[in-house]
């Protein structure tokens, strides 16, 4: 596919253009500064990839990049690096910009674009329920706001997913073509986390759920890496599992 990339100077954003490349995939990274990320890729990399200057709060540049590089598919990971637990961020107005977007280029083309949005395990629900973690814990709320966006849509406009992991850590520092990812591969469920360990703790009145989130919380530490080759892996494809559903994943090595 020609995948447009919002945010490619973030960490996530990095390792997406690597993973994106390994998996055959034509990058489009829509970026602020193309110095900043010329600088941050190798020149072999940075070669392989188109650059498109513009704000990731600009709906309207968004739109002409998708449409002038007759792109398949959309990932946005702009705005990540700035949110703060309990702080407010361009987020919310990101999200809000690349929705309008890809609304309106999949609407002149008439056909819906495939778009992978970023979030975090809050906005996933406790198993057999359907209330979210961040009920529980409450931070990272800008994801709900974005989550509710996006389920509001109304239907064929845009051939959404969110994917929503916990901590992620790098495994390198290094940006290679093809990728070398020694971590598992991911396990993925859609809206609640995958391989949940459950405990008559959550009984507890009060705090049994809150405690019981805590103690699973650690267990979905994956890896940038990973993430960014789950979504490059989903991309192969016009047919995804995870259309119009936020996404939980677990390391499955562990």
């Not at 819906?112 to 973690?133: C, H, I, Q, S």
Request: hydrophobic share 45%; net charge neutral; aromatic share 8%.
């Amino acid at each position: 596919m020609k995948v447009l990339l919002i945010g490619a100077t973030g960490n996530l954003g990095l390792r997406l253009v690597a993973a994106l490349l390994t998996h055959g995939h034509s990058v489009f990274a829509y970026v602020r500064s193309s110095n900043k990320l010329e600088s941050l890729l190798p020149e072999s990399v940075y070669r392989q990839i188109t650059v498109v200057q513009g704000n990731a709060t600009d709906s309207a540049s968004i739109k002409r990049a998708i449409l002038d590089n007759n792109c398949d598919a959309v990932v946005n990971t702009a705005g990540l690096a700035a949110l703060a637990p309990w702080g407010k961020s361009e987020l919310p107005a990101i999200v809000r910009a690349v929705v309008d977007a890809v609304r309106a280029a999949g609407l002149e083309r008439q056909k819906p674009l495939r778009t992978w949005f970023l979030a975090g395990l809050g906005v996933l629900y406790f198993p057999e329920t359907e209330t979210m973690f961040s009920n529980y814990i409450p931070i990272y709320l800008e994801h709900r706001q974005n989550l509710q966006l996006l389920k509001a849509l109304p239907p064929n406009t845009v051939d959404w997913s969110m994917l929503c992991p916990a901590v992620m850590n790098p495994e390198s520092s290094d940006v290679t073509v093809p990728t070398n990812t020694p971590g598992g591969r991911l396990i993925a469920n859609a809206a609640t986390p995958p391989l949940w360990q459950d405990s008559w703790i959550k009984h507890i009145p009060l705090i049994g759920r809150t405690l019981l989130c805590a103690m699973n919380a650690g267990r979905y530490t994956t890896t940038l890496e990973q993430n960014a080759d789950f979504i490059a892996s989903d991309l192969e494809s016009y047919e995804t599992r995870w259309s119009g559903t936020a996404v939980g994943v677990i390391d499955g090595s562990k």
